[in-house]
T-cell receptor, first 111, second 112 residues
Framework: GNSVTQMEGPVTLSEEAFLTINCTYTATGYPSLFWYVQYPGEGLQLLLKATKADDKGSNKGFEATYRKETTSFHLEKGSVQVSDSAVYFCALMDSSYKLIFGSGTRLLVRP | DAGITQSPRYKITETGRQVTLMCHQTWSHSYMFWYRQDLGHGLRLIYYSAAADITDKGEVPDGYVVSRSKTENFPLTLESATRSQTSVYFC???????????FGQGTRLTVV
């Protein structure tokens, strides 16, 4: 069946450091892929998405590229800020429009 | 206000009681979903609905009941709450094309 695997957290970085959060998926066909962010006490917000192979999603300095050959959708940011501290979820959308999530990765950015 | 709203935001209930969590969206999205969020499990799908009067089970449906008589509302009922149902519950909606899903603020439910 479809599934998403994310790197375990927490990830602790200093401000302005480079961020990578790994995400790989297992799916039939070519699902759309998403990154959602959850700030403390809030719901999930869409951060970026990609709908086909080699697409790059980007938003607020974050980027992720849909890699069919490695079934991956790693999240990157060149210079993180304290305000980026949150939980990040990778997800795929299956053929019934259901989102299947990874377990989430907590990011903590220190000043 | 436009968007997707959940109520209540916080709820404490006793084991064995029935409790209903409400979800309302103003976009007329066809698809609606209920997820629960537990530490170490991410978000798991409880039930979803493709349209009014069409619902289907997700990954963890046991102990839950849903209905969808109107497109904009998708209530989730715990028929007899158990401590294992203590969780944060999120409702989401998506348009027919599934371009993206929008989430409510969540309901934190504690069963004592």
């Amino acid at each position: 069946g479809n599934s998403v695997t994310q790197m375990e957290g927490p990830v602790t970085l200093s401000e302005e450091a480079f961020l990578t959060i790994n995400c790989t998926y297992t799916a039939t066909g070519y699902p759309s892929l998403f990154w959602y962010v959850q700030y403390p006490g809030e719901g999930l917000q869409l951060l970026l998405k990609a709908t086909k192979a080699d697409d790059k999603g980007s938003n607020k300095g974050f980027e992720a590229t849909y890699r069919k050959e490695t079934t991956s959708f790693h999240l990157e940011k060149g210079s993180v800020q304290v305000s980026d501290s949150a939980v990040y979820f990778c997800a795929l959308m299956d053929s019934s429009y259901k989102l299947i999530f990874g377990s989430g990765t907590r990011l903590l950015v220190r000043p | 206000d436009a968007g997707i709203t959940q109520s209540p935001r916080y709820k404490i209930t006793e084991t064995g009681r029935q409790v209903t969590l409400m979800c309302h969206q103003t976009w007329s999205h066809s698809y609606m979903f209920w997820y629960r969020q537990d530490l170490g499990h991410g978000l798991r799908l409880i039930y979803y609905s493709a349209a009014a009067d069409i619902t289907d089970k997700g990954e963890v449906p046991d102990g839950y009941v849903v209905s969808r008589s109107k497109t904009e509302n998708f209530p989730l009922t715990l028929e007899s709450a158990t401590r294992s149902q203590t969780s944060v519950y999120f409702c989401a909606s998506s348009d027919t094309g599934g371009r993206t899903a929008f989430f409510g603020q969540g309901t934190r439910l504690t069963v004592v």
